[in-house]
Every structure is written in structure tokens, then in C-alpha cells.
């Protein structure tokens, strides 16, 4: 059990409806990540948010959001949604920002179908 | 920007014997740091070894060693005495900067 929690575990809606995936970090954890695991790809980075503010951000397109909140859980928000949104959205967390060190824990996963 | 590459899609070895799996990177920060994470087929992501980039020694956890190359920008896993449970999809990763970017991954077959 990496301690980061991801929620809902699997989602299955229809083409352009908004979804909402939710993540709790590591106690501790300042950071947090968001990737998207499309069927047998690597990971695409989506965005950092560190202390409830963004810190980078990579192929995340404009029908997405995110947020962490003051109690540092995080949001990601994906709206008029696609087929080709159907992928496995990770979130991990890190202690640190901006340093090179400190390895991301990941939850398990959130798994999106959309029909 | 930063760019990882892994060459390898796929790679079988026969159980007990050792494998390497290939990872290079492009980077202009001084200060990155080098990760190896396994996904089994159950999906989650599991962190193996860690290599900073001014780390004099190669990084070892147990059956897995980072073969870090600095002036050829390589870092390839070693990993020693291959086990059935060792299938899965090997991702090398690179974090400098604020975020941390992952490989396309190998998929690494354990033969018995």
C-alpha cells in the first residue's frame, strides 16, 4: 500500500459527460501528480500541483482541469469527454517540489471507460 | 526539455539468468534524478531504484542495479537473477525541474 489513495477505482460513462477523479497523497506529501495511462502506452505527464499550487504542467488538454485543495487532496476534472479519453489516470505523490530527489508514490489508478 | 527513451518494447530471458533493460535521457538541468518503476499486469506502479545525477557509485536494490552512464546519458537497469514474478513492464523516468517524465517501457517476459 503506497498511502495514496485514488477514487473511484474504475468509472465507465458516455461520450460527453464530466467526470471527477479524486486523489488522497501521502500523509506528508506536498506534491502532486497526475498522469494518463492510455491501453498499453507509457505515461503522459498532466500536471504537478505543489502546496495547492500548479507547478507544471505537460499534455493536458483544455477539456481538463485540476486542483488541490487546502487539505492537499487533488482533483482531476475531465469534461466532454471522448472514446480516446478511456485510459488508466494515475496520481502519486512526493514530499518534494521542485528537487530532483524524492521518488512519486502512486495509487492504484483510476480506470475510465467512456462509451 | 526533457526526453527519456526506451528502445526496448519487448525483452524475454530465461528465468535465473540476469537482463538489461535500456534507458537514455535528454536533459539541460545540472540536477535530475533517474527512476526505474515496475508495472505488473495488476496495473500499479511500483518504484524499484533511484540514481541522482551526481551520485559518484551505481544505485543497488537488491536484484536490481542502475547502470548509470553520465557522459553517454544512459541509465539502464541490471536486473540479476531473473524470476517468473520479474514479468511486467519495466518504465525508466527522469525528474529535474518540477515534474517528472516517464519512458515508453519494455516489456520484460521471464521464460522458466
Known amino acids: 500500500d503506497s498511502g495514496v489513495t485514488q477514487t473511484p477505482k474504475h468509472l465507465i460513462t458516455a461520450t460527453g459527460q464530466r467526470v471527477t477523479l479524486r486523489c488522497s497523497p501521502r500523509?506528508?506529501?506536498?506534491?502532486v501528480y497526475w498522469y494518463q495511462q492510455s491501453l498499453d502506452q507509457g505515461l503522459q505527464f498532466l500536471i504537478q500541483?505543489?502546496?495547492?499550487?500548479?507547478?507544471a504542467k505537460g499534455n493536458i488538454l483544455e477539456r481538463f482541469s485540476a486542483q488541490q485543495f487546502p487539505d492537499l487532496h487533488s482533483e482531476l476534472n475531465l469534461s466532454s469527454l471522448e472514446l480516446g479519453d478511456s485510459a488508466l489516470y494515475f496520481c502519486?505523490?512526493?514530499?518534494?517540489?521542485?528537487?530532483?530527489?524524492?521518488?512519486?508514490?502512486f495509487g492504484e489508478g483510476s480506470r475510465l471507460t467512456v462509451l | 526539455a526533457q526526453k527519456i527513451t526506451q528502445t526496448q518494447p519487448g525483452m524475454f530471458v530465461q528465468e535465473k539468468e540476469a537482463v538489461t533493460l535500456d534507458c537514455t535521457y535528454d536533459?539541460?538541468?545540472?540536477?535530475?534524478?533517474l527512476f526505474w518503476y515496475k508495472q505488473p499486469s495488476s496495473g500499479e506502479m511500483i518504484f524499484l531504484i533511484y540514481?541522482?545525477?551526481?551520485?559518484?557509485q551505481n544505485a543497488t536494490e537488491g536484484r536490481y542495479s542502475l547502470n548509470f552512464q553520465k557522459a553517454r546519458k544512459s541509465a539502464n537497469l541490471v536486473i540479476s537473477a531473473s524470476q517468473l514474478g520479474d514479468s511486467a513492464m519495466y518504465f525508466c523516468?527522469?525528474?529535474?525541474?518540477?515534474?517528472?517524465?516517464f519512458g515508453a517501457g519494455t516489456r520484460l517476459t521471464v521464460k522458466p
Open positions: 502519486a505523490s512526493s514530499v518534494t517540489g521542485a528537487s530532483n530527489t524524492g521518488e512519486l508514490f
Open positions: 500523509s506528508g506529501d506536498l506534491s
Open positions: 500541483y505543489y502546496n495547492g499550487e500548479e507547478r
Open positions: 536533459t539541460s538541468d545540472p540536477s535530475y534524478g
Open positions: 540514481q541522482g545525477s551526481y551520485d559518484q
Open positions: 523516468a527522469m525528474k529535474g525541474g518540477n515534474d517528472m517524465r
